[in-house]
């Protein structure tokens, strides 16, 4: 059987959307304190709209399709519109905080043949995950669901955003996915709110635990291998493509935006007003994006980071330019390897998301940089099955 990775490949040449995000709502049942989204329904696609936006997808060959939120199952429609999904043969991963799922939803999730359900932990201890969520008794729901769920034979992805509140529980967390017979991953992301209020960033991990978490081998596996000092830069990196957003991947808000990625939001069409269709192949916005390759961004084109480096073209967008650094994966960079970036080589001087600034070349000692702080986007490797 073809790898995923093989079909995403060749989605790729080809110009299929193999992956789809759609958001059925950014309303929620909790209130995440690093949350990026706006919660008041500004007039979210119905049900009629959304079906005839699966059928769209269908048409257009999309594989996977994520159903996310907010919270999409406090949509009155839910039921209706994964049935569709299934009934149009999509791959669908659901992306759900779990709190309204009892053992009849598990097991209705499973008789629908969801693949995979996604759900955020951030402790084992309900004081640190309900202060989060700000809903009390949020996690003894959520584990009753990751229950039922793991009862009723569905594959749950426990996912753990690493914040300062939570850090110090992160190991507990695995422990307990293990327990509960859940995939775990460790994610120190933290965007900036989609209104582009920066302030959540604040909750972000300090930069010196950052560099504490890419040492820990339970987490990246072979330490000496991921921190090692990037290899050379050759013309396959050059001529490739930055990632898959706008490529194979795309993300649709409620209100029918088409954006490159979920953390990618250049706005791009919207399906109310044109074929899904018709956005993916004629978008000015997603024929820029498509036309760019490695050897084409400025700066990190002559980075020695370029190979490995998990720079976010969506993050570089909201800093200024899609072909610019993401300063986020400059910093991510600095602290797995000890090597600076182009960015911060060419700049002199390196202006963190917290907006502190440091004379670079004299500050890149190891350890230098204590207490600021760093945005990584891509989720670390998983340490449990
Ligand atoms: S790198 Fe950024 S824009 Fe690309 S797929 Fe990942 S999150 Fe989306
Ligand atoms: S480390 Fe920074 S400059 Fe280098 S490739 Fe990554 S984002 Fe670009």
Redesign the pocket.
């Given at each position: 059987m073809m790898l995923i990775a093989e079909l995403t490949q060749k989605a790729m040449r080809l110009g299929v959307p193999f992956a789809v995000h759609v958001d059925l709502t950014w309303r929620c049942n909790e209130r995440c304190e690093h949350c990026y989204l706006e919660h008041d329904d500004q007039g979210e696609m119905g049900t009629e709209e959304l079906l005839n936006l699966f059928d769209q997808l269908a048409d257009a060959g999309v594989f996977f399709l994520t159903l996310s939120g907010g919270e999409p199952m406090i949509r009155r429609d839910f039921w209706d519109l994964v049935g569709r999904a299934r009934a149009l043969q999509f791959n669908v991963k659901l992306k759900t905080n779990a709190v309204l799922i009892r053992q009849a939803e598990a097991e209705r999730l499973r008789s629908l043949g969801v693949e995979q359900i996604q759900i955020s932990v951030y402790s084992h201890r309900p004081e640190v995950h309900d202060a989060i969520t700000k809903l009390p008794g949020s996690l003894e729901r959520t584990l009753r669901g990751v229950r039922a769920l793991r009862a009723a034979g569905i594959k749950v992805a426990m996912a753990n955003v690493m914040m300062r509140s939570n850090l110090a529980d992160r190991k507990a967390v695995a422990a307990l996915a293990r327990e509960l017979g859940a995939t775990y991953s460790a994610d120190p992301t933290v965007t900036p709110m989609i209104t582009g209020d920066r302030s959540v960033l604040d909750l972000r991990i300090p930069g010196s635990e950052l560099a504490g978490l890419f040492h820990d081998n339970e987490l990246v596996g072979d330490v000496e291998s991921f921190c090692a000092p990037p290899p050379p830069v050759g013309d396959a990196e050059l001529d490739g493509l930055?990632?898959?957003?706008g490529h194979s991947?795309c993300y649709v808000s409620p209100y029918g935006d088409v954006y490159?990625?979920?953390?990618?939001p250049l706005p791009s069409g919207n399906v109310r007003r044109q074929r899904f269709l018709d956005i993916w192949r004629q978008s000015p916005q997603l024929l820029e994006v498509r036309s760019i390759r490695m050897r084409d961004l400025p700066v990190c084109s002559t980075c020695a980071h370029m190979g490995i480096c998990?720079?976010?073209?969506?993050?570089a967008w909201t800093e200024g330019s899609m072909r610019g650094p993401s300063s986020a994966d400059c910093e991510k960079s600095f602290y797995r390897t000890g090597v600076p970036s182009a960015n911060m080589l060419a700049r002199g001087l390196v202006t963190f998301p917290s907006g502190i600034a440091e004379t670079a070349l004299a500050a890149f000692a190891p350890g230098a940089h204590a207490g600021l702080g760093l945005i990584q986007?891509?989720p670390l490797p998983q340490t449990a099955a």
């Amino acid at each position: 059987m073809m790898l995923i990775a093989e079909l995403t490949q060749k989605a790729m040449r080809l110009g299929v959307p193999f992956a789809v995000h759609v958001d059925l709502t950014w309303r929620c049942n909790e209130r995440c304190e690093h949350c990026y989204l706006e919660h008041d329904d500004q007039g979210e696609m119905g049900t009629e709209e959304l079906l005839n936006l699966f059928d769209q997808l269908a048409d257009a060959g999309v594989f996977f399709l994520t159903l996310s939120g907010g919270e999409p199952m406090i949509r009155r429609d839910f039921w209706d519109l994964v049935g569709r999904a299934r009934a149009l043969q999509f791959n669908v991963k659901l992306k759900t905080n779990a709190v309204l799922i009892r053992q009849a939803e598990a097991e209705r999730l499973r008789s629908l043949g969801v693949e995979q359900i996604q759900i955020s932990v951030y402790s084992h201890r309900p004081e640190v995950h309900d202060a989060i969520t700000k809903l009390p008794g949020s996690l003894e729901r959520t584990l009753r669901g990751v229950r039922a769920l793991r009862a009723a034979g569905i594959k749950v992805a426990m996912a753990n955003v690493m914040m300062r509140s939570n850090l110090a529980d992160r190991k507990a967390v695995a422990a307990l996915a293990r327990e509960l017979g859940a995939t775990y991953s460790a994610d120190p992301t933290v965007t900036p709110m989609i209104t582009g209020d920066r302030s959540v960033l604040d909750l972000r991990i300090p930069g010196s635990e950052l560099a504490g978490l890419f040492h820990d081998n339970e987490l990246v596996g072979d330490v000496e291998s991921f921190c090692a000092p990037p290899p050379p830069v050759g013309d396959a990196e050059l001529d490739g493509l930055p990632c898959s957003a706008g490529h194979s991947a795309c993300y649709v808000s409620p209100y029918g935006d088409v954006y490159p990625c979920v953390q990618f939001p250049l706005p791009s069409g919207n399906v109310r007003r044109q074929r899904f269709l018709d956005i993916w192949r004629q978008s000015p916005q997603l024929l820029e994006v498509r036309s760019i390759r490695m050897r084409d961004l400025p700066v990190c084109s002559t980075c020695a980071h370029m190979g490995i480096c998990t720079r976010c073209p969506g993050l570089a967008w909201t800093e200024g330019s899609m072909r610019g650094p993401s300063s986020a994966d400059c910093e991510k960079s600095f602290y797995r390897t000890g090597v600076p970036s182009a960015n911060m080589l060419a700049r002199g001087l390196v202006t963190f998301p917290s907006g502190i600034a440091e004379t670079a070349l004299a500050a890149f000692a190891p350890g230098a940089h204590a207490g600021l702080g760093l945005i990584q986007i891509a989720p670390l490797p998983q340490t449990a099955a």
